[in-house]
């Protein structure tokens, strides 16, 4: 069983990938991580199942779950208030 942790995760899209490279198998997301409530909505559609926890920086380092692969996004340039 590959373990992931998806930080900064969007909509999902990396996990996505890294899932369908598995076709769905033995692949298991523990923890993600997301600030956008937009993007809350959208991840929850693709992932349901999946319990989001907010904004990582209110978020303590030993309560994330060791993991194999962690998964970290970065700001979609036209759309992210960071930029």
Do not use: W
């Amino acid at each position: 069983m590959l373990k992931i942790t998806d930080l900064f995760c969007g909509i999902g899209g990396i996990r996505l990938d890294l899932e369908q490279t598995f076709n769905h198998r033995n692949v298991e997301c523990f923890f993600s991580s997301e600030i956008n409530p937009y993007s809350v909505k959208t991840y929850q559609a693709n992932f349901p199942n999946t319990l989001i926890f907010g904004d990582i920086a209110k978020i303590k380092t030993q309560d994330i779950p060791d993991h194999d692969v962690l998964l970290a996004g970065f700001p979609c340039q036209p759309f992210s208030q960071a930029g």
